[in-house]
């Protein structure tokens, strides 16, 4: 597997983290464990652990990020390292640096690790390739290709509200599956946890080509495609990776596949609502949905800064303990 070598260490550590895809049950497992260990940290008064003193993490990011950015910065503070955020846009690669050139000298800083977002599929991958050895790459979402950390915090709140038996579970994605990073990365993980029903509801046009390979069961029925769901993620429309009129207009996809409600009855009573971020309110979904009882999209927020502490801390440590 490509990205197999590049993420896992011999002694199946985490050494990148780029994509799910490449990961192991077991590895994944442990993630979710570490993060469900940090998650407390959170709570404490003084929250902060000295795991990652001294390091220092640059988060570069090429595209824009509300959740994951932060997250990634809180985590890192957590850890008590040092962290840098690099502004893109008054940054010298506008004025024509290379990707690998601002690396070589953000590297010259001694850096330990880069969390990388960017358009470009393969970006991390490339980066991993080209970093010094002591340097850990984590994927922060590239392109449509992956974005690890998000699927991870969604798995870890799945876990803490349905418990670790994914196998007894139906989850529905809903919404553009086409362009999501996010949508891959979450079957790859649904996937890796021997989940018992994972499906993708979405118009035909919103559906890659061949995607029952990946293990899902596909839906363009929104009522049939969530009837007796355990869990609903859904999913915005990625106007900017559109490159042609996909959809007749936003108001058709909601009355077709905005979830409301009254389109919940179908579903197990106690659905859990997710959804990564950001919510457009009145296309995927209407508000009561995105507020109401069952919904724990921002707890998908605050599981994030424990899933990333766990990612970030288990890709540093464990190169202390194995120099190479
Ligand atoms: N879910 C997610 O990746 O959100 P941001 O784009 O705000 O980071």
Do not use: W
């Amino acid at each position: 597997m490509k990205n197999r070598n590049l993420q896992i260490r011999d002694d199946g550590g985490l050494r990148h983290l780029l994509s799910i895809s490449g990961l192991t049950n077991e590895l994944l497992t442990r993630i979710l464990d570490t993060a469900e260990s940090f998650a407390g940290v959170t709570e404490q008064t003084v929250k902060k652990v000295p795991l990652l003193r001294g390091k220092t993490i640059v988060n570069l990011f090429f595209e824009a990020s509300t959740r994951t950015r932060t997250t990634f910065e809180l985590a890192a503070k957590r850890l008590s390292a040092d962290v840098l955020n690099i502004n893109i846009t008054q940054s010298s690669t506008i004025k024509g640096e290379s990707l690998l050139d601002t690396l070589r000298n953000l590297e010259a800083m001694h850096v330990d690790m880069f969390v990388i977002r960017h358009a470009d599929s393969g970006a991390a991958h490339f980066i991993a390739s080209n970093v010094e050895p002591h340097i850990s790459v984590i994927n922060a979402g590239d392109g449509r290709h992956s974005h690890p950390t998000q699927a991870m915090l969604d798995m870890f709140t799945i876990r803490r509200i349905k418990g670790p038996d994914f196998g007894r579970l139906r989850v529905a994605i809903v919404g553009d599956i086409m362009h999501s990073r996010v949508a891959r990365s979450q079957i790859h993980a649904l996937n890796l946890l021997n989940t018992g029903d994972v499906r993708i509801v979405a118009p035909k046009t919103l559906i890659p080509a061949h995607c029952e390979a990946l293990g899902v069961h596909v839906f363009h029925d929104l009522q049939e495609g969530i009837r007796d769901a355990d869990v609903i993620i859904m999913l915005r429309l990625q106007r900017e990776r559109m490159l042609g009129a996909l959809l007749p207009s936003e108001h058709e996809y909601y009355e077709l596949f905005g979830v409301t409600e009254e389109k919940l009855a179908v579903a197990k009573p106690d659905v859990t609502i997710m959804h990564p971020g950001p919510i457009n309110r009145g296309v995927e979904m209407d508000s009561e949905v995105a507020d109401g009882s069952r919904s724990v999209i921002l707890e998908q927020v605050t599981h994030g800064i424990a899933v990333r502490m766990a990612v970030m801390s288990m890709a540093i440590r464990h190169r202390e303990e194995t120099p190479e």
